[in-house]
């Protein structure tokens, strides 16, 4: 199979380049469309936040990833891309590096499971604008296959792997029935924001902001309906708040050991959990000397996130298993895509067929009759399968193993259930 | 029968190890695939349990509550079962190693000194002995548990607090959660002792002319029984909580054991029987 496939991604090309190459929904449509007929017959574009990619079956053998990498220089002719910029990919390795990405052992953030539904994303994208063929159509599913086999089989995808969810998975070994608990995020930057998405994502009872400017907060709780408390007066409620999350660009401590001392008088010792994941850090690290104030800093969530990425790491040979094994299943499926093994699998097919049912019912008719019987039922068949096979025959003949060969070839095996059905002889 | 309750004695033993050994192993790996065969596991070793005790009983013609060994393996049954109910209605399925390995030390106890006895004391058969003992055994595992739940809410209270996160971290259920389990074992705990300590003051003066109310399994009892009504109380008023209830659990399991130990090896009570 000559799928192309050419990528430029983290390991290739530095963030700049990344990011001018990011493609919205309407530019992959544009892109889609003007390389089906030009490059590919088929094909899919993927883009996310570390990765631009094009995948396709080229219309005709000349075309190689040169001419794909051309297509996106000439695309982007303002930014200065070369074909060091790019990785290329063929055939068995093209599929290999779907496969890859599917599972994120490709990502920047080892096992991201973000990337299983951007992959399906831009196949939906691509079927949309009919991009998506029988073949492509096939190594989605393959890859989709393989995307859930690395979920359930492996954990790769497992435990926290960025500073803010690992916060939230911290607090939930402390708390548990996060929707009875209360929490304060204070600082409404973009660090402040992702861990009160994270907390209201797992359901929080009651979710505060507070911010130096008050406009800010203002517009954070606005997007996640959360209450606002004034900045000026925030220690005053700290003791109504289980948690804390501060990450806030003071330069100077925001909350000392006092006023949590003062807080935990109030909340009659009720676990406080402090996350400070601001730098330089909002809150006194002595208060985790105080019983059942559970203090954490940036740096003790990044053992959390660090423990995470390397049992994640040691996942990737259990994945790239995987990996190989759907390889090898795809490519079966695609090698019995020739024509004269075809042939025989249909004829097999209908002559088992044939004999099922002559053998059901011969007893009503006579001996004579039942040989008779067994002619015509062949004649038929033969009749029936003359017309496929002199095509057939003649795809065999011309040695053509084009594409639409074998989309045809897999047509046919998919409508007759050729690959679902085995001979008697083939399964013992 | 004999030899089949001699062979199930023997073989009890084995299958606490081996459930043990399965709950640790999956405590270690975290496989997905082995969550339902340990609980699978457990259920066949309870079953084999539950027969071993109701054919002794036929056997013997009393239930296995005359002695300090019949009452380790009932003992052992009785934290297991507990456990495994917990294990059903909670889905917390990370603690079972802790609890599985109580049983196996009451179990093998009891599998190496029990001996077969027919004829039990007269003051034994009454029905009122099978209340008490019930309740305390009962009791008993339920204090036994929530010690277990306490001593883990201080390991993981200690790895949150010095940043340390290993496999304590990762398989445990939260700290709020085992301040529950544990919490809720004590009470439960401390209402069957509450019945046992009950039925005891009204029946043992009648039963046992040389009752005595400086008996050392009485006084570790109600020393016990204090310690967990103290406990129980402050935390639902509101004053203690989190590690001073769980030490206070723990305290109190610990001198129930030793008062165990004490009244029944050493043999300075007409509790111990044996």
């Known amino acids: ?428 | 029968m004999i030899n089949f309750i001699d062979f199930l004695n023997i073989l009890l033993p084995f299958f606490y190890v081996v459930t043990f050994g399965i709950y640790s192993y999956d405590f270690m790996k975290g496989k997905k695939e082995l969550a339902n065969s340990k609980r699978l596991f457990l259920f066949i070793t309870l079953l084999f349990h539950a027969t071993y005790l109701i054919t002794r009983t036929i056997y013997f013609g009393h239930p296995p509550i005359t002695n300090v060994f019949e009452i380790f393996t009932v003992l052992a049954f009785a934290v297991s079962f507990s456990y495994f109910v917990l294990e059903l209605v909670t889905d917390i399925r990370g603690t079972g190693p802790f609890i599985i390995i109580i049983s196996i030390l009451f179990q093998v106890v009891s599998s190496l000194e029990i001996e077969h006895i027919i004829t039990v004391k007269e003051v034994l058969k009454s029905n009122l002995l099978g209340v008490h003992v019930f309740s305390a055994l009962v009791g008993y595992s339920g204090i036994t548990i929530s010690a277990v739940y306490g001593f883990l809410y201080l390991m993981l209270y200690k790895e949150i607090k010095l940043n340390q996160f290993g496999l304590i971290f990762d398989r445990l259920p939260s700290l709020e959660i085992l301040e529950k389990l544990s919490f809720s074992s004590a009470i439960i705990g401390f209402v069957l002792l509450t019945i046992a300590i009950i039925i005891g003051i009204i029946w043992l003066p009648q039963a046992f002319p040389d009752f005595s109310y400086a008996d050392p399994k009485l006084i570790g009892t109600s020393i016990v029984w204090i310690l967990y009504g103290i406990g129980i109380l402050s935390k639902l008023l509101g004053k203690w909580r989190g590690k001073k209830v769980v030490i206070l659990s723990i305290v109190g399991f610990i001198i129930a054991i030793l008062s165990t130990m004490l009244t029944n090896f050493l043999s300075l009570s007409f509790h111990s029987f044996y």
């Open chain 1, 1 to 428: 199979m000559k799928l192309l496939a050419v990528s430029i991604n983290h390991h290739s090309a530095p963030v700049e380049l990344r990011e001018a190459l990011y493609l919205g929904i309407e530019d992959i449509k544009n892109l889609a469309t003007e390389a089906k007929g030009k490059l590919f017959s088929e094909g899919l574009v993927l883009c996310t936040c570390n990765r631009t990619e094009f995948y396709g079956i080229p219309v005709d053998k000349n075309i190689s990833y040169f001419d794909v990498q051309n297509f996106v220089i000439e695309k982007k002719s303002t930014h200065k891309i070369n074909p060091e910029h790019f990785q290329s990919f063929m055939s068995r390795e093209a599929v290999k590096h779907l496969f890859r990405v599917i599972t994120g052992i490709d990502s920047l953030l080892i096992g991201d499971n973000q990337i299983f539904k951007q992959v399906k994303d831009s196949f939906l994208v691509s079927e949309e604008m009919g991009f998506s063929g029988f073949l492509m159509k096939r190594i989605f599913d393959a890859a989709t296959i393989v995307g859930k086999r690395s979920i359930t089989e492996t954990e790769i995808g497992e435990g926290a792997v960025t500073v803010s969810y690992a916060a939230v998975q911290l607090i939930e070994k402390i708390l548990s029935t996060l929707n009875k608990k209360s929490a304060l995020v204070i600082g409404a930057g973009e660090t402040g924001e992702i861990a009160a998405k994270h907390l209201q994502d797992r359901g929080i009872g009651t979710l505060a902001i507070t911010n130096r400017t008050i406009e800010k907060a203002e517009k954070l709780a606005q997007s996640l309906k959360s209450k606002i408390i004034p900045f000026s007066n925030f220690k005053e409620h700290l003791h109504e708040y289980d948690i804390v999350i501060s990450a806030t660009s003071a330069p100077d401590l925001i909350l000392t050991k006092e006023d949590v001392k003062k807080s935990m008088k109030k909340r009659n010792s009720a676990s406080l959990v402090l996350m400070d994941i601001a730098i330089p850090r909002d809150m006194d690290p002595e208060t985790k000397n105080l019983d059942y104030v559970f203090y954490h800093d940036i740096d003790s969530l990044n053992i959390i996130v660090e423990q995470n990425l390397s049992k994640r790491k040691s996942e990737i040979p259990k994945v790239e298993k995987i990996i190989e094994e759907e390889l090898d299943n795809f490519f079966n499926w695609y090698n019995s895509l020739q024509a004269a093994p075809t042939i025989k699998n249909l004829r097999d097919y209908f002559e088992a067929v044939r004999a099922e049912e002559v053998g059901k019912n011969k007893n009503k008719f006579s001996t004579d009759d039942q040989e008779k019987l067994e002619i015509v039922t062949k004649r038929i068949i033969n009749k029936i399968l003359h017309h496929p096979t002199i095509e057939l025959r003649k795809s065999a003949e011309s040695g053509d193993n084009s594409p639409e060969s074998a989309t045809r070839l897999g047509i046919l095996r998919e409508l007759f259930g050729i690959d679902n059905h085995k001979p008697d002889e083939e399964k013992k």
